[in-house]
């Protein structure tokens, strides 16, 4: 896992862009950027695989998002910089090109809505849309007007269109899950996972909440998701889950087709839905909403069916995200048996990720597993805030 840092950045610049957070550079960084600030590490790693996605011509237009261009870079930067003054310049001139970005996307975002029509999903998502621009300025810049407007917008993404008849919520795609349409979704989902879904958007307003940052209707918003998932929450005995996306016929027939729980991952299964649900309910002070997430994450750890859906070692959809999912929730759990089942979880094997694998990004490589890995067994967990990016913490 620890070659030199030149020739892995060689390695993957050459097969994914540097300044992704997902698969580049970027997101790599933030590996060592940990192990520095935790003392396991040198900071001239860090600094390497910085100087490794800085070196082509920073993407700020349209494309960019939290996972690429300008505000990963920004991203992995102020998680080296801390509370320190370095990168102060660098990082000031990227919020410039940032706030922009989001300025242009939030226009065009409202401008939608008063068109009455329906969002691509790469408009609010965390990998893609405006969650994950709001995640970067909640971190850089809480108390700013630029995290206010993300957070105005995604209360107004919550509620159904003007002239809808209220069935569909507002952030109904007529997409695919890929972003395209799809003869296999012929009038859209909605989508619940962290990733590309609502519980991204969820997540982000809840977190603010509890940090005291605060606009019009904001709980009010929560609430609104929060009642939408209980819709589409499956019980069967002690097992609590959620479908990753609800079709047009689910809808209108009031039942998913989705018999039981799917691949207890980060991105769409329950522990990132169970996560942004916590968070909603510690951020409203919702007892039994709480318990109720903290029960659906316990049974996803406890049922060796779903378990054995993971078969990587990454943090998107394999073990890393389930281990490091669950060390978030159990730090604030009131369910006690979730932080019971971590010493087991950090035996699994995302503590033997391939030093073959080609990937060596964050969400599906082995920089993520390594950084979940480390956190694992580190005195003070994600000192450097890394999985921010996550929505988790």
Do not use: K
């Not at 003392?39 to 960019?64: F, I, V």
């Not at 939408?228 to 069967?236: A, H, I």
């Not at 809808?251 to 729980?261: K, Q, T």
């Amino acid at each position: 896992m620890h070659r030199e840092p030149q020739q892995r950045a060689r390695t993957t610049t050459h097969t994914h862009p540097g300044q992704s957070l997902a698969s580049g550079a970027c997101g790599i960084a933030l590996l060592h950027i940990e192990r520095a600030r935790t003392q396991h590490g040198d900071w001239n790693t860090a600094h390497a695989w910085l100087a490794a996605a800085s070196q082509d011509t920073l993407t700020a237009d349209t494309d960019a998002c939290l996972y690429f261009g300008a505000p990963a870079l920004a991203f992995a930067l102020h998680t080296a910089a801390g509370t320190s003054h370095r990168y102060e310049h660098t990082l000031a001139t990227l919020d410039t090109s940032i706030t922009a970005l989001t300025r242009r996307r939030l226009d065009n975002a409202h401008a939608r809505i008063d068109h009455n029509t329906r969002p691509a999903p790469s408009e609010f998502d965390l990998i893609h849309g405006l969650t994950g621009l709001g995640t970067y300025h909640l971190r850089r810049h809480p108390h700013s007007s630029i995290t206010a407007e993300v957070l105005s917008y995604l209360v107004r993404l919550s509620a159904p269109l003007p002239g809808d008849s209220g069935q569909l919520p507002g952030w109904w795609t007529d997409l695919g899950p890929t972003g395209q349409p799809s003869p296999a979704f012929p009038r859209g989902h909605g989508n619940l996972g962290m990733a590309h879904g609502i519980s991204g958007p969820l997540a982000l307003l809840s977190l603010a909440l509890r940090r005291g940052v605060t606009v019009e209707d904001h709980t009010e918003a929560i609430q609104r998701i929060c009642f939408w998932l209980d819709t589409w929450r499956r019980e069967n005995g002690t097992t609590v889950w959620w479908p990753q996306w609800v079709t047009r016929a689910e809808l209108y027939g009031h039942r998913s087709h989705h018999p039981e729980p799917q691949r207890p991952s980060w991105c769409y299964g329950t522990p990132g839905m169970a996560r942004a649900q916590q968070l909603a309910a510690i951020a409203t002070g919702d007892t039994r909403r709480q318990l109720t997430a903290e029960r659906a994450l316990l049974g996803c750890l406890t049922d060796p069916v779903q378990r054995a859906q993971i078969t990587e070692a990454g943090l998107c959809h394999g073990w890393a995200g389930l281990c490091h999912t669950t060390r978030r929730a159990a730090a604030d759990a009131l369910t006690p048996d979730i932080a019971s089942h971590l010493p087991e979880l950090d035996t699994s094997p995302l503590d033997r990720p391939s030093e073959s694998s080609r990937d060596l990004g964050l969400l599906t490589g082995t920089a993520g597993a390594a950084l979940a890995l480390h956190t694992a067994h580190a005195d003070t967990p994600a000192t450097s805030g890394w999985d921010a990016c996550l929505l988790v913490n």
